[in-house]
Each structure stands twice: as structure tokens, then as C-alpha cells.
């Protein structure tokens, strides 16, 4: 029986004792702390007790519901007897693991089990991460700043933003050029960033050439102050072809301002599909397709993620010719949060007038069709180098299961998206691993848990160290008070077979 399943043989695992003074040398990551008697390491994660190196955090085992759908029980705070935990609706995540930095021994935990009549093992370890980051996205159609802008915290560039999206803007923050590449500062500040987003907690980041916005996974963001409230319907033009026949009959012309592409419903096709009448109202900017228009003003935090705050403004002229006395223009932003009522006076000048009950009923429905603005913190890391001699001792054989969808990989047990090509580069959402998942050692790297699920038959022929698994329910069992179990997250596919 291997010694992974008692605690104090799982102290033991990690650091060797140094002189008669009980110091003991942590050897779980690159620093090598010399840690006291009662005192704990640089990372805080591992400590001194009694001469033996433990780990101050508990394991962390999920917990899925019976097939009823009854939840989970939750267990007493004050600890788990092993007595209440169906091992065929166990899964054993890296948090709490520990490391076997550098993986030259087997993973800390290697996990028998059966599930659905398939004999199964999980190499179970947390991580020590220097190439990761976070791909932040970012609801909003405000300019935060221009593309490719330094992305700062407390002064030290922590990344960079990156092309925007669909409705959103997007940052791309960390990597090991800033984790190892610039200044001690720069190196600690943005493991600080890392590790606090994918912790759930709030960061306020400022853009060069932009403005400040507070981020937090699952909130809405704030710039300059402001909290966002509505993800846009879609760009200007979209938003002409969505509402266009709601519009019909009471506007003659609609302008949906926006950053990207503003829409004018009389030259959009809508418009010309309805048989709508020309008005004659020309914008500024650069057309381009009829009824769609470029640059309309600069980016910014107005009007449509534009820098105005009166549409009028982008109006570049009104042709005599084709315009009229009391044409009714409404001009609106992609969220509907911004709108202006007006009607061409007998000098075809655009006048503010209260808006009619059947226009401000369509403004709303943009509204209503607009999505909460939240940000999403996304864990993005390089499952490389020694971290696979943990697993196997030849990772090359790994890295091609992985890749073929042989073996299953799992971050404390959330799914994650596996780039295509070499290695094993992951993606994994933030919110929906167990909480207090991460940790860091002040190389700087992130740690993060991570498994690999597989066929017991295939991790044999992989290489696997065989004679390191343990059965679940024994490992379970020999954890004891140092194991935490929570629910199975739902949403989150069960890795197993069945």
C-alpha cells in the first residue's frame, strides 16, 4: 500500500529536515524556504509542524448528488470521518494536493476507481504555474483604451488590452513576461492580479491612454466609477435590422449610434426592404455600406461607446431637397440607455420634443434585449515541462493522449477548453472551480489544481506510476480531518465515464 494514505506519510512526501534545530527545507517549489518549528513558508501553504512539513490547506474532494437530484449534505466544519462518502461520487481535485515540484517523484495523489464498470485513474496535483494568465472579458461598449495599451495595477504593467469583441472589451493580463520578464515589483504585482481575479476578488486596473475600471469575475465592471449595467443588443446597424419593423409608422428616421458601426434605418436595407422614405440626414464619418456608417465620432465613454453626449453632433448636414418640416427622428444608443426624441422644425432643425409612447416602447425593448454586463475571468496556463513527470515517466506520451481525448483534464474539477497543437495549453473559467482553488509561490507563479482522467488499462501503457495508485475510499479514509468536501459544481461535466 502506497503511503499516500495517511496524513503524516503525506507530510512527508514533501522537504527534508536540516540540523538539530527542526528547520525543515521546503522543496515544493523553486524558493527552498527554511522553515521554523510554528512557522510557515514564503507561500503560506506549507508549514513547520513538529518537524514535519504539512500542508495548511485542506484537500479538497467534490461530492456529486445521487441520481434523485437530492443535494449534497454539506459536511460539519469541524472535519470529515469517511464514513458518509459514496467513493463512485468522489472526485479527489488538486487543491490542497500539494506539488511535487520538480515532478521528478510521482503526483501526490494517483486515484483508483471504477465508475460505470470502467477501472479509472486521476493523477491529482496542484500546479506551479509561470506561463499563465487570465483572459479578462469585459461587458461593456465603453472605450477602457486603445487596443494594445499597457494594462496597469498600482502603477506596474500587468498586461495589455487586447482586440475587443462582440459587445465586449477584452484584456489580456499576466504571462510570464510579466510574471519573471520585468522587475521584481512588476513580477509580484501582476502573481497579486492573477492570483486575486481568479480568486473572485475585485481589481482595479488602469489602461494608458484610457481610463480605470474595476474588474471581478461574475460582476458587473465599473470605469471611472460608473457601474455598467447593459451588454449592447448588437453594433448600430444590427440594431436598425432587429427593430426596424417595430419602428415602421412612427419614426421617419432612426440613427443607432454606436463606436463601430452607427445605423441609419431610411438607407439601411430594412429600411429599403420597408419602402421608408429618404430623408436627406447625412452623417459624419465614413460610410460604407448603405445605411452603415464608420467613425461617426471618437471612442470613448458616451453615446454607443462614442466620446459625445449630444447626438445631434454627428449629423454632418440635412439636404434641403429631400428633408421636410416635422420629420420625426429618434436617435438612440445600442443599449437603449441614451435616446433623443426630435422633430425638423420649418429651417429643418432637428428639435428636442417629448417622445411618443409607441417609440419609447421599442427604446425599452432594446433594453430588454440587452444582456447583464459581467466580467469573465478566464484561467489560461501551459500544463508543461516536469509537471507531467508526475504523471508519467515519458510526458510526451501524455501530452499525445491529452490531445487525442483519451485522457480527460480537469482544473478541481471544472472542464476546460484544450488548445489544438503542441502541448497541453488550457482555459478554464474562473467561477467554476470550488472556491479558494488557487494559491502562489513567490518565484512569482500561480498554483493551480489540476487532474488527468484516464482508463486504468491506458495509463499503464502510458508509462504511468502504477505502484503509486491508491484506491479512493482508502485515500478518502487516510485523509481524514484534512480533507474538505464540497458539492459537485452544477454545470460541470462529471469526468468520468457514465
Known amino acids: 500500500m502506497s503511503d499516500h494514505t495517511s496524513p503524516e506519510a503525506r507530510s512527508r512526501k514533501f522537504g527534508a529536515a536540516e540540523g538539530d534545530q527542526g528547520i525543515v527545507r521546503c522543496d515544493a517549489c523553486p524558493v527552498l524556504c527554511r522553515i521554523r518549528p510554528g512557522r510557515s513558508g514564503a507561500c503560506s501553504r506549507y508549514a513547520n509542524e513538529d518537524g514535519q512539513l504539512v500542508r495548511t490547506d485542506q484537500a479538497v474532494a467534490l461530492a456529486r448528488a445521487v441520481e434523485t437530484g437530492a443535494p449534497v449534505v454539506p459536511f460539519a466544519e469541524g ?39 470502467v477501472d479509472t485513474v486521476t493523477i491529482v496535483t496542484e500546479g506551479i504555474f509561470s506561463y499563465c494568465g487570465v483572459k479578462v472579458k469585459i461587458d461593456t461598449d465603453r472605450h477602457l483604451g486603445p487596443e494594445a495599451a499597457a494594462v496597469r495595477c498600482n502603477g506596474e504593467q500587468v498586461g495589455h488590452v487586447t482586440t475587443a469583441e462582440y459587445g465586449s472589451q477584452m484584456l489580456s493580463l499576466g504571462g510570464v513576461r510579466h510574471l519573471t520578464g520585468g522587475s521584481k515589483r512588476e513580477g509580484t504585482t501582476t502573481c497579486d492580479t492573477l492570483l486575486k481575479l481568479c480568486g473572485g476578488d475585485t481589481v482595479e486596473l488602469a489602461i494608458d491612454g484610457g481610463h480605470t475600471v474595476l474588474v471581478q469575475a461574475g460582476q458587473a465592471p465599473v470605469v471611472d466609477g460608473r457601474p455598467e449595467q447593459r451588454m449592447r443588443v448588437g453594433c448600430g446597424s444590427a440594431t436598425i435590422g432587429i427593430f426596424a419593423q417595430q419602428w415602421l409608422g412612427h419614426a421617419d428616421e432612426v440613427i443607432v449610434v454606436d463606436d463601430h458601426i452607427t445605423g441609419v434605418l431610411s438607407e439601411h436595407q430594412a429600411g429599403k426592404v420597408l419602402g421608408m422614405r429618404p430623408t436627406g440626414i447625412r452623417l459624419r464619418g465614413r460610410r460604407s455600406t448603405p445605411g452603415r456608417y464608420f467613425q461617426v465620432a471618437q471612442p470613448g465613454l458616451g453615446w454607443g461607446g462614442t466620446d459625445i453626449s449630444d447626438p445631434l453632433s454627428i449629423i454632418e448636414k440635412i439636404d434641403p431637397a429631400v428633408a421636410w418640416p416635422g420629420l420625426r427622428l429618434l436617435l438612440t444608443s445600442t443599449t437603449g440607455e441614451d435616446a433623443l426624441w426630435c422633430v425638423l422644425d420649418d429651417q429643418l432643425r432637428p428639435v428636442a420634443a417629448e417622445m411618443p409612447a409607441d417609440v419609447a416602447k421599442v427604446v425599452e425593448r432594446i433594453g430588454e434585449n440587452c444582456e447583464p454586463s459581467l466580467c469573465t475571468v478566464i484561467f489560461m496556463a501551459g500544463a508543461g515541462g516536469s509537471l507531467r513527470a508526475g504523471v ?19 482544473m478541481g474539477g471544472a472542464p476546460v477548453y484544450l488548445w489544438p497543437g503542441g502541448g497541453i495549453t488550457v482555459m478554464a473559467d474562473v467561477l467554476r472551480l470550488p472556491k479558494r482553488a488557487f494559491g502562489f509561490v513567490p518565484t512569482p507563479a500561480l498554483v493551480a489544481p489540476i487532474e488527468f482522467t484516464l482508463p486504468r488499462a491506458l495509463y499503464q501503457r502510458l508509462g504511468g506510476h502504477m505502484g503509486e495508485i491508491v484506491p479512493v475510499e482508502d485515500l478518502l479514509r487516510g485523509l481524514g480531518p484534512q480533507l474538505r468536501v464540497e458539492g459537485w459544481q452544477d454545470g460541470n461535466p462529471w469526468p468520468f465515464p457514465g
Open 392 to 410: 508519467t515517466d515519458n510526458p510526451v506520451l501524455l501530452t499525445r493522449s491529452v490531445a487525442s481525448g483519451e485522457t480527460r483534464v480537469t
Open 79 to 117: 472535519g470529515w470521518d469517511g464514513q458518509l462518502l459514496d467513493p463512485s461520487r468522489a472526485f479527489v481535485t488538486g487543491i490542497g494536493a500539494g506539488t511535487t515540484y520538480p515532478d521528478y517523484k510521482p503526483a501526490p495523489f494517483i486515484v483508483g476507481g471504477t465508475h460505470a464498470g
